[in-house]
């Protein structure tokens, strides 16, 4: 076992862990993060996507151990004070959902392709969700909720700023 | 998954050591490949040497205008690095026509070039291959060829190699800088893969325990003039059936130089000197690069397989080198 220090949605947590334990494990047993989810688990379909010291990463694929020190921000961790992230209400307001399973994923993902680039078009948007499948082909919603976020994310639209900067703490620290 | 250790040292040289001193070792960049290998038994090492800490993640300009790319600097950050998209587009098209965007923001630079191969019976412990476990005999071979190799190939194993940016480096004649425990050395980048033979199991020239510091970009003008283009099964998120990795400097109508690399064809990124060699002087034409694609190509062999083989990649190929060409021959600079 080794141990290892992360701050996990804005709360810090020490735990031994076995070297190959992977962080989605770690995350949805050891601190009952249930929001992520476990879809392949061959990091093929996304649905496990969590941010990583601000940049998204598929956490089936990567052991716990590596995340060391590191800052984890996961879908639970995106809401505060009872308010949906803007993502999230996007999603709710473009009916971007139908079973659900691929979304905490497609919401992480989304995050941070808007990090990268603020004001996409369709096809960016569909570029950066590559990585993100939906067993529902739902994509036509996920795209278009994708696109109202980005406008009402921009630095002038009244909805919560959080990715004009690419800080690691413009996402993370939710939960608390 | 197997039980094993894992270290994460501060520096190189550490984990050289670490590693050269124990066979059943191996190093570990951002895991994207290898942690999938963990779990189908492709791999099962009893130590992991975590090199993220130990290598540098910074891309430095050395002066002359070239670029020292630190073995740790991510595939995300690289092909957003502006100096990258200034002098080497063709890297980060490469990068951004590979994987994911999660996986991009874990892999490095290192480890990119060092990912296996995708051949489904490397990747299935039930098929025999002599990538997997030596002697045992190619499953590929009059199977499944469509992502399998048409240069280079041998008895032994018909693997191509899987990196998008590999080929780009082919083409620019990168370096990279190891560290091994006799100390450090250059490799040309086109040097680092092997082509199969009678050893399909060793992808690279690298001693066991020897650590890519960086990759080393030299000077190169014409490349800013450079593109990547891949040609797959579907339009996003697969590998390479063909692709090309080219740069050109045309003046006058007039080819006076280029930098050819081929991926999805062989065991390593093909560096297509025979086909830059024709190109050198050459009209710059669609008759031009058909022939300096048909020169490269003269010795291909296509495999036989289940899925009616992969005679296809020839002709494929030849059009995916004559649309690339025309498009960075008529490019603005």
Not at chain 2, 52 to 70: F, H, K, M, P, V
Not at chain 2, 158 to 179: G, K, M, N, Q, Y
Not at chain 2, 209 to 230: C, T
Not at chain 2, 273 to 286: H, I, N, Q, W
Request: hydrophobic share 40%.
């Amino acid at each position: 076992m080794t141990r290892i220090t992360v701050m996990v949605d804005g709360v810090s947590y020490v735990d031994d862990v076995e070297a190959r334990t992977l962080l989605v494990y770690y995350l949805r047993e050891k601190l009952g993060k249930i929001g992520t989810v476990v879809g392949c688990d061959t990091s093929n379909c996304g649905a496990c996507t969590v941010h990583l010291n601000g940049r998204s990463v598929k956490s089936c694929s990567i052991f716990a151990i590596q995340a060391d020190g590191s800052e984890i921000t996961t879908i639970e961790g995106l809401a505060r004070d009872g308010q949906l992230h803007p993502m999230q209400q996007a999603f709710h307001d473009n009916h971007a959902l139908q079973c659900g399973f691929c979304t905490p994923g497609m919401i992480m993902q989304a995050i941070d392709l808007l990090g990268d680039d603020p004001d996409p078009d369709e096809q960016r948007v569909r570029e950066g969700l590559e990585g993100n499948l939906c067993r529902c082909t739902g994509y036509q919603n996920i795209v278009r909720a994708v696109l109202d976020a980005a406008q009402k994310m921009k630095p002038a639209a009244s909805a919560p700023d959080e990715m004009s900067t690419r800080q690691p703490s413009a996402v993370a620290g939710g939960g608390n | 998954m197997k039980p094993f250790a894992y270290q994460a040292p501060g520096d190189a040289a550490t984990a050289v050591r670490s590693v050269a001193a124990d066979p059943a070792a191996v190093f570990l960049g951002g895991g994207t490949n290898l942690v999938d290998h963990l779990k189908l038994g492709v791999a099962a090492p009893d130590l992991i040497v975590d090199v993220t800490a130990a290598t540098s993640n910074e891309i430095t300009d050395d002066g002359a205008g070239g670029l020292r790319i630190g073995a740790a600097v991510p595939n995300s950050e690289l092909a957003a690095d502006r100096r990258v998209r200034d002098r080497y587009p063709v890297v980060a098209q490469a990068l951004l026509s590979g994987a994911s965007g999660q996986l991009r923001n874990m892999a490095t630079t290192g480890g990119n070039p060092l990912q296996r191969t995708r051949c489904v019976y490397f990747q299935d412990v039930t098929t025999p291959c002599n990538k997997r476990k030596s002697g045992s005999g190619c499953s590929a071979i009059g199977g499944y060829t469509r992502y399998h190799a048409i240069l280079g190939a041998s008895e032994q194993c018909i693997a191509t190699h899987p990196s998008d940016l590999a080929v780009a480096l082919a083409a620019l004649d990168a370096e990279v800088r190891v560290l091994g425990a006799a100390g450090e050395r250059g490799i040309p980048f086109v040097d680092l893969h092997r082509l199969p033979g009678e050893h399909p199991e060793l992808d690279t020239v690298l001693e066991h325990g020897e650590l890519i510091l960086s990759i080393d970009l030299p000077p190169l003008p014409m490349a800013a003039r450079s593109a990547y283009r891949k040609v797959r099964d579907r339009a996003s998120y697969a590998f390479a059936l063909v692709s090309v990795a080219a740069a050109v400097d045309v003046a006058d109508g007039i080819v006076r130089d280029a930098r050819i690399a081929f991926g999805g064809v062989a065991h390593k990124p093909w560096r297509a000197t025979k086909a830059e060699e024709s190109l050198r002087g050459a009209p710059a034409s669609d008759d031009s690069y058909r022939a300096a694609a048909q020169t490269e190509l003269a010795g291909a062999q296509a495999q036989d397989g289940i899925d009616g083989g992969n005679a296809f990649k020839i002709l494929l190929l030849t059009r995916t080198l004559v649309a690339t060409l025309r498009d960075l021959a008529h490019e603005e600079t």
